[in-house]
């Protein structure tokens, strides 16, 4: 382990309702299918996804819509498991986010509309779920009269 840095990366579940997946019409040998879908799983960083995607696109052409589902779905869940959340789960007019705090489970129910496309869900997911930067943490409420 000499020279490894420490693996502290949560395992994400996300429980969306969308359809995310690669169609066997797309790529149509089912252990390559597996083996994308695999690799997806032991993503660690964004930009493991997108170099993922990148050469799923230069083989298969274009991602249909299920498969660019999962390709943001993929980027939501690598993003949450560095931010410690264990669940995202999608309701029909909320988000709940399950997060580990220390040795605690955090759970939190926002309410939210719902966007239509899976480049708009991520944006609205990572704006939900990013960090409050600790300047904003540390501002305290006072009056001066």
């Known amino acids: 382990m000499q020279g490894k840095i420490p693996n502290t990366l949560m395992e994400t579940r996300i429980e969306f309702l969308v359809d995310a997946r690669i169609p066997d019409t797309y790529v149509d ?3 390559l299918r597996m083996e994308i879908y695999q690799r997806l799983g032991e993503a660690t960083s964004l930009e493991e996804v997108d170099q993922i995607y990148e050469e799923i696109k230069d083989r298969f052409g274009p991602l249909p819509e299920p498969a660019r ?7 939501i869940r690598t993003y949450a498991s560095t931010q410690r959340i264990t669940l995202l789960k999608q309701e029909k007019l909320s ?3 399950e997060k580990q705090v ?3 489970t955090s759970i939190k129910k926002i309410l939210i ?6 480049e708009e869900t991520e944006k609205k997911i990572f704006s939900l779920i990013a960090p409050t930067p600790k300047w904003i943490q540390k501002i ?6």
Do not use: F, N
Not at 70 to 75: P, V, W
Not at 113 to 118: D, I
Not at 140 to 145: A, D, G, I, L
């Open 102 to 104: 220390g040795k605690e």
């Open 113 to 118: 509309q719902w966007p239509k496309t899976p």
């Open 140 to 145: 305290e409420c006072t009056s001066v009269y």
């Open 29 to 31: 040998e089912a252990h």
């Open 95 to 97: 988000l709940i986010i």
């Open 69 to 75: 589902w999962l390709y943001h779905i993929s980027r």
